[in-house]
């Protein structure tokens, strides 16, 4: 039996993805962890959830490339994930050990590699012959901490999950930045991309075939500015296929049932290009 109602994250319970889910659901909604974003996002595909919270880009590390392949990637047959909703989380990394362990004597940090990245500055000053271990999620992290009573590693995880695996916080903020935010994405099956409506989209844009061939980058960006479409991110991606060919990942301030959108998607792909739309949703509040 499928999940119903519910929006899926990445787990275990206390990760920055159930912080995101909560903020991005409703009341009455039921919340699943998931252990990986494959696992995830296929269970939405195939109608074991009715969403995913996902991250896509953190202000500190940039893109969150599994979530953003994923998306741009998936094969459109009856139905795809489309993006209906956005949301910027703040991010507070803190520093967690058994209780009572001496930081002197910790010899290894484990946590996602994001958060790592994100902590590189104080873990290099603070723990500079630590070695630096990766987990699928920072709750993770500090659920295997906990389960094996490993009083030589310390775990960079939210406070809510230091806090759900009993653990002791012991620098709390331990982010290299204090802005430090990701953007999370909310997304669920669609059948059609114009039933979905919002003033900002993301698309994923590839040129199949001509990779070298001058101004491709230009021509794309070029329609836009003559629809007057600002854009908000430009991020590009390899297609895996090689190397020196990529896919580029665009946000623009303008929805899909805008005409000035679909005239410039028009001008794009007469131009070459393959365009995957992934969604128009509401802009995030700040």
Request: glycine share 8%.
């Amino acid at each position: 039996m499928g999940f119903l109602h519910t929006v899926g994250y990445l787990g275990p319970e206390g990760t920055f993805s159930e912080v995101a889910a909560q903020r991005l659901g409703q009341a009455e909604e039921q919340r699943q962890p998931f252990p990986t974003f494959f696992h995830l996002l296929d269970a939405v595909l195939q109608g074991q959830l009715d969403a995913a919270v996902i991250p896509v880009e953190n202000s500190t590390e940039g893109a969150v490339g599994a979530t953003m392949d994923y998306l741009a990637q998936q094969e459109h047959t009856r139905s795809w994930l489309g993006i209906v909703r956005e949301d910027v989380v703040p991010i507070h990394q803190t520093l967690a050990t058994l209780p009572g362990v001496s930081l002197a004597n910790i010899t290894c940090i484990i946590s996602h590699p994001q958060a790592l990245a994100q902590c590189g500055r104080l873990l290099a000053q603070r723990f500079p012959h630590a070695t630096l271990r990766e987990a699928a999620s920072t709750a993770e992290a500090a659920q295997q901490v906990a389960a094996r009573g490993d009083r030589l590693a310390a775990v960079l995880c939210p406070a809510k999950a230091a806090e759900r695996f009993g653990l002791e916080i012991r620098i709390a903020e331990a982010e290299d930045e204090p802005g430090n935010a990701t953007r999370f994405l909310r997304v669920e099956r669609a059948q059609t991309p114009w039933q979905i409506r919002g003033e900002k989209s993301s698309l994923a844009i590839r040129y199949p075939g001509e990779p070298d061939r001058p101004a491709l980058l230009y021509e794309t960006l070029r329609a836009f500015a003559e629809q007057s479409i600002n854009l908000t991110r430009l991020e590009s991606r390899p297609t895996k296929t090689g190397l020196g060919t990529y896919w580029f990942w665009i946000d623009v301030d303008a929805g899909i049932h805008e005409r000035r959108l679909v005239n410039a998607l028009s001008a794009i792909q007469m131009a070459g290009a393959r365009v995957r739309f992934l969604g128009s949703y509401p802009r995030a509040v700040p």
